[in-house]
T-cell receptor
Framework: DGGITQSPKYLFRKEGQNVTLSCEQN?????MYWYRQDPGQGLRLIYY???????QKGDIAEGYSVSREKKESFPLTVTSAQKNPTAFYLC????????????FGSGTQLSVL | DQQVKQNSPSLSVQEGRISILNCDYT??????FLWYKKYPAEGPTFLIS?????DKNEDGRFTVFLNKSAKHLSLHIVPSQPGDSAVYFC??????????FGKGNQVVVIP
């Protein structure tokens, strides 16, 4: 079955620690995205990538880093510079065409210990 | 500055009745609008979309209306079913593949 897989489902971070969230898709999509959702808030774009080896900052990129070495994979690292990392993180993908819907993964809940 | 706004964060409706969700946007460059449905601890799933060249799009129980002059769209669900209880997000894009999302509306359908 085609889809987007995010792992882990739940993740805990200690102070000063970097953690990496995994996102893999087998939909043959060119574009991938990372969004953050806070309680009572909409989804805010962290980073996006429209093609392998290229990515752009979204609206709230500070404290995060990404890589896009493979078409199928777009991992997100939450660095120690992100002072308020507790949130629900959503990965999405699309073919990258204009006016196209995004397909979302099931999300990772990150909490700080 | 939020470009997509969803007021009335929660809505309760009796099963079988109509649910109406509203969304306003400020960016006149937006030309494609989507509604997503989200259950707790899951990713959003696409529900319905509309292009700015249309003013209505219908898919089964779901209809989206677009009023470009008012920069307003609405989602109608009729008849509402208990499985429709979820958070609904309005989203918009202006041709750059970056979706701007509203804060969401919680819908509770009472059996």
């Amino acid at each position: 079955d085609g889809g987007i897989t995010q792992s882990p489902k739940y993740l805990f971070r200690k102070e000063g620690q970097n953690v990496t969230l995994s996102c893999e898709q087998n939909l043959n999509h060119d574009a991938m995205y990372w969004y953050r959702q806070d309680p009572g808030q909409g989804l805010r774009l962290i980073y996006y990538s429209q093609i392998v080896n290229d990515f752009q900052k979204g609206d709230i990129a500070e404290g995060y880093s990404v890589s896009r070495e493979k078409k199928e994979s777009f991992p997100l690292t939450v660095t120690s510079a992100q002072k308020n990392p507790t949130a629900f993180y959503l990965c999405a993908s699309s073919f990258g065409q204009i006016n196209e819907k995004l397909f979302f993964g099931s999300g990772t809940q990150l909490s700080v210990l | 500055d939020q470009q997509v706004k969803q007021n009335s964060p929660s809505l309760s409706v009796q099963e079988g009745r109509i649910s109406i969700l509203n969304c306003d946007y400020t960016n006149s460059m937006f030309d494609y609008f989507l509604w997503y449905k989200k259950y707790p601890a899951e990713g959003p799933t696409f529900l319905i979309s509309i292009s700015s060249i249309k003013d209505k799009n219908e898919d089964g129980r779901f209809t989206v209306f677009l009023n470009k002059s008012a920069k307003h769209l609405s989602l109608h669900i009729v008849p509402s079913q208990p499985g429709d209880s979820a958070v609904y997000f309005c989203a918009a894009s202006g041709g750059n593949n970056r979706l701007a999302f509203g804060k969401g509306n919680q819908v509770v359908v009472i059996p």
